[in-house]
């Protein structure tokens, strides 16, 4: 049985998590009004994995013999400056969502709850490969200064990701 306040931080989490997706899919509208639709799929793979993190979380709430309770959250802005803000927005939204989930395994580790703890980890690793991920992108868009031939290049890349529902190791 999971505790009231890990409870309470899952539920949380979910509702963050459940932004985080509505977030990249605004930004993924934003680079399709651009006419970036690779970067647009790349913001549209964020959306999917996000929904899975939170689907993961709602269903181990649940799991636990827990309330998973859906919460509201604000609309994510749409306008941005260039596909460059986007990806710098990117990059600290998934730095937060980092501090969120260490919040999260603190309260675990508060709680004495082990199975939490570990299910945890997964999402702590994911967070490492999200913020590396945005970042990287990051370095290229500034590597390409103004060059249009090096966007539609890094475009055309950003259109060959596609969704694989991660797997817990």
Do not use: C
């Amino acid at each position: 049985m999971i505790s009231k306040k890990m409870e309470d931080g899952f539920n949380n989490q979910i509702a963050a998590e459940f932004y985080s997706a509505h977030l990249y899919l605004a930004m993924a509208a934003y680079l399709e009004s651009i006419d970036l639709p690779g970067f647009a799929n790349w913001m549209r793979i964020q959306f999917q994995e996000e929904e899975f993190h939170a689907h993961k979380m709602f269903d181990y709430v649940i799991e636990r013999d827990g309330r998973a309770a859906l919460k509201g959250f604000e609309a994510p802005p749409f306008e941005w400056k260039s596909p460059l803000d986007v990806f710098e927005t990117a990059y600290s939204h998934e730095q937060k969502v980092t501090s969120m989930i260490n919040n999260l395994v603190d309260i675990a580790i508060e709680e004495k709850d082990h199975a939490s703890n570990i299910f945890l980890q997964w999402f702590v690793n994911e967070q490492v490969e999200e913020e590396a991920s945005a970042k990287s992108i990051i370095q290229q868009l500034k590597l390409l200064g103004e060059s249009k031939a090096g966007l539609f290049q890094v475009d055309r890349e950003m259109g060959q990701r596609i969704f694989t529902p991660p797997t817990a190791a």
